[in-house]
Nanobody, 123 residues
Framework: QVQLVESGGGLVQAGDSLRLSCAAS????????VAWFRQAPGKEREFVLA????????NYADSVKGRFTISRDNAKNTVYLRMNSLKPEDTADYYC????????????????WGQGTQVTVSS
């Protein structure tokens, strides 16, 4: 079993940067791809980006390419989401999710989820 805890959300202004963290526990985490999803009020939860279990491969949604970066530190069992040039449309609850040997965009493929952290970007 993998447990995930997100942190780092908050209220920022458009153009600002923010770093979210996803701290994990569980023996199988080193075999897990980790993704970030987000859900805005009244909208479906959408894929943002993901990183492979080794950290060597990443997968980005077009909407965040060039602005968001994902990285992981397996020694600390932590995955980071660096968000630059934030826009009001980035406002959402952000969730990290983990799945063994998977790093795609299908949320149903991720059995492990954190509780989410809220990001609000004011214009």
């Amino acid at each position: 079993q993998v447990q995930l805890v997100e942190s780092g959300g908050g209220l920022v202004q458009a153009g600002d940067s923010l770093r979210l963290s996803c701290a994990a526990s569980g023996r199988t985490f080193s075999r897990c791809g980790v993704a970030w999803f987000r859900q805005a009020p009244g909208k479906e939860r959408e894929f943002v980006l993901a990183i492979s279990w080794s950290g060597s491969t990443t997968n980005y949604a077009d909407s965040v390419k060039g602005r968001f970066t994902i990285s992981r530190d397996n020694a600390k069992n932590t995955v980071y989401l660096r968000m630059n040039s934030l826009k009001p449309e980035d406002t959402a609850d952000y969730y990290c999710a983990a799945a063994e040997f998977y790093m795609g965009s299908i949320k149903e493929r991720y059995p492990h989820w954190g509780q989410g952290t809220q990001v609000t970007v004011s214009s």
